[in-house]
């Protein structure tokens, strides 16, 4: 199983990003997937998740700010952050909710 993460970067306070998680090696479209983020000297945190069936789950600090969603047709799931806060500032990874497969990870700024 792989799992390419993308679209991270820097961004200014208030800003937007859209990350990407595309996998192989799985019938993704039976898999729940999620993202996490760890921040520097924190633990990892779950952010978003979402069921095969679409069903969706976030933190209560991201609620009303970030949306996650899947394409089945293209293995993606997607996670849309808008009004970025400094907070936010963490390395992103997408993981496979039941099995202990994990993205590279993909890192974001949010600049003050």
């Known amino acids: 199983v792989q799992l390419q993460a993308s679209g991270g970067g820097l961004v200014q306070a208030g800003g937007s990003l859209r990350l990407s998680c595309e996998a192989s090696?799985?019938?993704?479209?039976?898999?729940?997937m999620g993202w996490y983020r760890q921040a520097p000297g924190k633990q990892r945190e779950l952010v978003a998740s979402i069921t095969s069936a679409g069903y969706t789950n976030y933190a209560d600090s991201v609620k009303g700010r970030f949306t996650i969603s899947r394409d089945n047709a293209k293995n993606t799931v997607y996670l849309q952050m808008n009004s970025l806060k400094p907070e936010d500032t963490a390395v992103y990874y997408c993981?496979?909710?039941?099995?202990?497969?994990w993205g590279q990870g993909t890192l974001v700024t949010v600049s003050s």
């Open positions: 090696g799985l019938f993704f479209r039976m898999n729940a």
């Open positions: 993981k496979v909710m039941v099995e202990d497969y």
